[in-house]
DNA sequence: GGTTGTCGGTGCGCTAACACACATATAGTG
DNA sequence: CACTATATGTGTGTTAGCGCACCGACAACC
């Protein structure tokens, strides 16, 4: 891909593009930081920029009317946050935060609107990086119907792994119990047992990968089908 | 909308196009019928055809390695059956299979993706539906996460009831239980409890629903979500 | 350097859903 | 009409995860 010449500042969706589209993004996107637990939008509520993680990780949530809440979704480098921009339902109910704090491209709803309009090269990554979003969700609802809390936190420390690059992950295991919906004390079990078999270590907020083969051998296949199809769909 | 006088065979999604735009596809629009359990396209397999259901009911379900299912959809004559043809991902790892027996129109692929490209309202449509779909496959996500099997059940018995034009479901608790990928005594206590609350009667394979209205109150959030979601993005 | 808040560990009782085994009833078929 | 498939009901024991209560340990911050 001789066309991956230009830099991509981080976004492996936006690597992928022409350099000509690229260029033409290019004086559109504007950084921006987020700060861990930070809410992106909230639901139904309108955007004004789409954006395009370079180093944050981003979750969807939904919120339950009593306070408990669910992940439905998680987006990187890989990807971006707000397809309903594009979609055309314009909001989803739902929200979205930090997970990991990091940096992003974002763009206005606007150039984004038009850009897409156009139909070139960037529609179809933006609708491919949706289906695979979609596979996400739905291989997420079928993880939680069958599947236990450990082989989920696997799922979930593997799927935060893939977008960053390091194996060190800031995050407690009160707001993981929160992500995947259940309780901090199920999560405390499920993380003890996989220190226990020398898969990660962590203490206070800090969890460290170490044995990543590991894991992927602890996890249900949920999570190779939704990084086959990313990896099929994007690459 | 005047543009809606024309005949639109029962699709709901295709009779929101203009009345021109319709024309010009219904010579590509050919019947089918389809027999409750037909498997419609297969985990990873080519799809031939786009399908725009009428009558039919069409389950988007994951067949994990063991053998255990769970649905993460549903396809009625509010929508169509296949968008990873425009979605430009061509197959998803899942299976579609009929629920309901009854009609659907299909399209050539090739024919569904040139009108597609044209970007009109065709594709707009698709577009909003799709992400309606989303929508559904997130909330079942959480629901299965956080609601019970009965509140569960009342969810995919309004989502069958609200794709048919009858109270008359001819389906198995056996079935169900394949779909909602719980057990199938689990569904016969739940089943067997809004029977004694006269909201549903059933007999071998034949559910009646009694009173709607009751199962909209036993049912949890994600039903109302999902259909606020479908109401608003399919106006 | 003590206080306070955050993070993780643990124990106990409870319930929903599981797995398995088997009983019963009805519809359809020869 | 008898037979057999299929559909549903039920009982027993097990388990994963929940809710609650509380503890200890570390960290940050006056």
Redesign the interface.
């Known amino acids: 891909m001789s066309q991956r010449l230009h830099e991509p500042d981080g976004n492996r969706l936006l690597a992928m593009l022409p350099r000509d589209e690229y260029e033409s993004l290019r004086p559109h996107l504007k950084h921006v930081s987020f700060a861990l637990g930070e809410v992106i939008y909230e639901s139904g509520g309108q955007q004004s920029y789409i954006y395009f993680p370079t180093t944050a990780i981003i979750s969807?949530l939904?919120m339950?009317?009593n306070g408990?809440s669910?992940e439905?979704?998680v987006a990187g480098n890989e990807g971006l946050v707000g397809?309903?921009l594009?979609?055309?339902?314009n909001t989803?109910?739902?929200r979205a935060v930090v997970q990991s704090a990091g940096d992003a491209l974002k763009m206005k709803t606007k150039v984004l609107q038009d850009e897409f309009?156009r139909?070139g090269m960037f529609q179809?990554l933006l609708?491919?990086y949706?289906?695979?979003?979609?596979?996400q969700?739905?291989?997420?609802?079928?993880c939680?119907?069958?599947h236990t809390v450990e082989q989920q936190l696997c799922r979930w420390l593997l799927l935060s792994r893939d977008r960053l690059n390091t194996d060190e992950l800031v995050m407690t295991q009160e707001l993981i119990a929160n992500m995947?919906?259940?309780r901090r004390e199920g999560v405390t079990h499920a993380a003890g047992r996989l220190q226990e078999n020398g898969l990660i270590s962590y203490v206070r907020g800090h969890i460290h990968i170490l044995d990543r083969r590991g894991l992927e051998t602890a996890v249900c296949?949920c999570y190779r089908?939704v990084k086959?199809?990313y990896d099929?769909?994007l690459a």
């Open positions: 969807l939904y339950m009317e408990s669910a439905m979704g397809v309903a594009f979609m055309g339902g989803v109910p739902n309009a139909g179809r609708l491919r949706t289906q695979a979003l979609m596979t969700m739905s291989q997420t609802a079928v939680n119907r069958l995947l919906g259940v296949e089908v086959d199809e099929r769909l």
